[in-house]
């Protein structure tokens, strides 16, 4: 059961937030470019810092907590996953906060 952790953890997270778009309406899947725009420049840059760390030696993953499936450069589906997963669900709060809050950050607030 153990291959099953890391995967775990990432559903664990999507479960956690799935409620603030649901509940709040934040409506961050319905503003899919919107999304992409925001996780796509991080998913890149990190896989590639994965990439090359994998290749120097310098990064690895336990084989009895991921699923085994390796994808080209060795990189575990489950780590492609996270670089996805994770800022969704930084997204999904962040967008549950403004909603909550009525904070625009475009604008700073006003100190008066």
């Known amino acids: 059961m ?3 952790t890391y995967l775990g953890l990432l559903a664990g997270c999507l479960v956690v937030t799935a409620p603030l ?3 709040l309406g934040v409506r961050v899947y319905a503003r899919w470019r919107r999304l992409l725009l925001a996780v796509l420049p991080e998913f890149v840059v990190f896989v ?7 290749a120097q030696g310098h990064w ?4 009895d907590l991921t699923l085994g499936v390796r994808l080209p450069g060795g990189i575990p ?4 996953l996270f670089f996805l997963v994770v800022p969704l ?3 999904l709060a962040f ?4 909603k909550v809050t ?3 950050p475009g604008y700073p607030a006003d100190d008066a």
Request: net charge negative; with cysteine; proline share 0%.
């Open 2 to 4: 153990g291959h099953l």
């Open 21 to 23: 778009e649901l509940a």
């Open 48 to 54: 590639a810092w994965v990439l090359y760390a994998i």
């Open 60 to 63: 690895d993953y336990d084989v």
């Open 77 to 80: 589906v489950e780590e492609m």
């Open 89 to 91: 669900c930084a997204v």
């Open 95 to 98: 967008e549950a906060v403004r």
């Open 102 to 104: 009525g904070w625009d």
